[in-house]
């Protein structure tokens, strides 16, 4: 077997997925870009991010004490914590609501503030022996109103422990932008309130359509927004995880690996050196043992160290963890099948459909997030960016004849749609998946325009 057939051999048998439903992530997938140092602060209360940076993994990371320890060497504030879920991705009815607890709310004209105390409550009470109703949430939130003097005791009771809680995937307690703007206003009221009481923290993950909404809208939110941080990854920090991710394969495969990225034994994990950690030429070079150094023939094509990361951009220039891992996984699958004499690991060619995976991946992912979205950009499928406005209109018009209020949304529909068109354009431009050019033209990423099906002049091609 040629090396680069046992290198694509490793980077298959590495664990590159990057979803997470709530469980603990494995010790050798945890790596921390510096820009992501503030966010896991105790006093950074709200980190705002989009699909797939991480809000998730985080969230699971610090429940886990063993991953906790491994962070301590650079964040000491989080020795010794004790970590609580408030809400998640994950059921678990005993310890926060799930969305209908949130409709009878709603329908019996309550508070989520007061529901969202009564997470908080029922975290401490349990922490501390103490009982108080937990039958059902309602019987919570009614001993909060009716004994507010027991309920203020029980928070400023002197404790021996340290406690955070946090708080991820909001967007799962309401399909109406209206209430989950009160959920998460009423979250952010009680994450104020938290903050008068010694050794309780919370954190709260948004993305950044929520945060941009009137989420903030109360007295002192500002005491919370100066707290913000946002997890953001550069090009050297998903080059860097990659490689963390690589190391870690099982048994002879990270091995491998090993041999071309500098990396240090800690414990029963492997960390990478701090010269992979930057862009440094020691991890262009990495990344071009893995690669080959053009994109093509020559350097006319582009360099993949840079390629693979730049094509994978949403329209605010932004790459997902998850989008380059999908990318590198699928290129290294695509060269098994189709170029397995290759001088290198990943052929040029795989890894341009390593992009066309990873976009049909985001595209599906946008579709659970927001499912007006698939049917607006669809619509669109043939053009060629960047295009002119008025033919995206006049194809939004042709296949919407009644407007943008025509389109069907089971959750989360369109934020500006009684703007018509031009609120739809200004929508998807805040989602990343829309560009507006210098000349007044729109563009859509190569993230996005790949899975919806629209072509470029030299760009990659959309799977027929």
Known sequence: ?????????????????????????????????????????????????????????????????????????????????????GFSSAEAIDSYPNGDVFVTLFAENGDPYDLWRAVVLRWVARRTGEDIPIESWQSTVRWLKSNPEAAARLMQRQRDWRGL???????????????????????????????????????????????????????????????????TWARHDLHGLLWQRLINAPDIYGERMRNICPSVELGDVWRVAQDMKSESEAQKKAFETLAGPWMGRDKRRGVPYTWSVGHLADGRGQTSPRSFLAAIRQAAEDSTERHS???????????????????????????????????????????????????????????????????????????HIASGWDGMRED?????????????????????????????KGGVKPRN
């Open 1 to 85: 077997m040629t090396q680069p057939q046992q290198l694509r051999e490793a980077i298959l048998a590495a664990p590159l997925e990057t979803s997470n439903f709530g469980e603990i992530p494995q010790p050798g997938t945890l790596y921390l870009p510096p820009s992501h140092l503030k966010a896991l602060r105790l006093d950074a209360h709200i980190v705002v991010g989009g699909r797939g940076v991480g809000k998730s993994f985080w969230t699971a990371a610090l429940q886990s004490e063993p991953l906790r320890h491994q962070l301590g060497t650079v964040s000491s504030e989080l020795q010794g914590i004790e970590v609580f879920a």
């Open 165 to 231: 809680i946090l708080f991820d995937a909001l967007d799962r307690t309401s399909s109406e932008w209206q209430r989950m703007d009160e959920i998460v206003r009423g979250l952010l009221r009680t994450i104020l309130w938290l903050k008068t009481f010694p050794g309780l923290y919370a954190k709260i993950f948004l993305r950044e359509d929520q945060a941009e909404r009137t989420v903030f809208n109360f007295p002192d939110a500002s005491k919370l927004t100066a707290t913000k941080a946002e997890l």
């Open 341 to 415: 004499q290759h001088d290198y690991a990943l052929h040029f060619e795989s890894i341009k459909r390593g992009i066309q995976k990873a976009s049909e991946i985001r595209v599906q992912e946008i579709a659970e997030d927001y499912p007006w979205v698939p049917d607006v950009l669809s619509a669109l499928s043939g053009m060629n960016v960047p295009v002119e406005f008025e033919s995206v209109k006049k194809k939004w018009e042709e296949q919407f004849p009644s407007g943008p209020q025509s389109i069907s949304s089971t959750r989360l529909p369109a934020q």
């Open 428 to 456: 998807l431009r805040r989602l990343g998946l829309l560009e507006n050019k210098k000349d007044g033209r729109i563009d859509m990423p190569d993230l996005y325009r790949v899975g919806f099906g629209l072509g470029r």
